[in-house]
T-cell receptor, first 111, second 114 residues
Framework: AQTVTQSQPEMSVQEAETVTLSCTYD???????LFWYKQPPSRQMILVIR??????QNATENRFSVNFQKAAKSFSLKISDSQLGDTAMYFC????????FGAGTRLTVKP | GAVVSQHPSRVICKSGTSVKIECRSL??????MFWYRQFPKQSLMLMAT?????????EQGVEKDKFLINHASLTLSTLTVTSAHPEDSSFYIC??????????FGPGTRLTVT
């Protein structure tokens, strides 16, 4: 069974600073996808970034980038130039035939 | 981007009654939809996978007779919570699959059972 672990229940960062959220996973699959989702207070799930396991190059979306270490089964999210609107729950997720989520990290961006 | 709607957004029902939640993909067809449950300050837990035209696949520990799922068309899946009890109170989220793994989430339904 696939498991996703987020070891940081809560994190905070000053506005305009950089923060990294950690995620590790366990799987015996070779083909899979990894995601980071943001869940603001509205509770709408918003896709932040995705990574195909077969791609070595780390995915980047504007201020968001990942550090994907396949051998270590690690998939961290870096948020640069943090903004107040980044305050939310962040979930790491693993996909093969369905989606499994980590426990989440509550990120607070402080002015 | 693709849009998924859920109705109702909030529902309050009395213990022992049933409540139906609809999940619609508005601008694409989805042969597969997923239903999740999220308790306060917790993660999303997959309840079941809904496939158009066939029976849903339930995760271990989810009572299929209590959480009835019907995926009658390529744009609609429904979750019916039968004989609801206060412990069924939760936030229910659906998602629809477009393509191989592109998942779009609905805005969620808050169920409160009194």
């Amino acid at each position: 069974a696939q498991t996703v672990t987020q070891s940081q229940p809560e994190m905070s960062v000053q506005e305009a600073e950089t923060v990294t959220l950690s995620c590790t996973y366990d799987t015996s699959e070779s083909n899979y996808y990894l995601f980071w989702y943001k869940q603001p207070p509205s509770r709408q799930m918003i896709l932040v970034i995705r990574q195909e396991a077969y791609k070595q190059q780390n995915a980047t979306e504007n201020r968001f980038s990942v550090n994907f270490q396949k051998a270590a089964k690690s998939f961290s999210l870096k948020i640069s130039d943090s903004q107040l609107g980044d305050t939310a729950m962040y979930f790491c997720a693993f996909w093969t035939n369905d989606m499994r989520f980590g426990a989440g990290t509550r990120l607070t961006v402080k002015p | 981007g693709a849009v998924v709607s859920q109705h109702p957004s909030r529902v309050i029902c009395k213990s022992g009654t049933s409540v139906k939640i609809e999940c619609r993909s508005l601008d694409f067809q989805a042969t597969t939809m997923f239903w999740y449950r999220q308790f306060p300050k917790q993660s999303l837990m997959l309840m079941a996978t809904s496939n158009e035209g066939s029976k849903a696949t339930y995760e271990q520990g989810v009572e299929k007779d209590k959480f009835l799922i019907n995926h009658a068309s390529l744009t609609l899946s429904t979750l019916t919570v039968t004989s609801a009890h206060p412990e069924d109170s939760s936030f229910y989220i659906c998602s629809a699959l477009q393509g191989g793994n592109e998942q779009y989430f609905g805005p969620g339904t808050r169920l409160t059972v009194t």
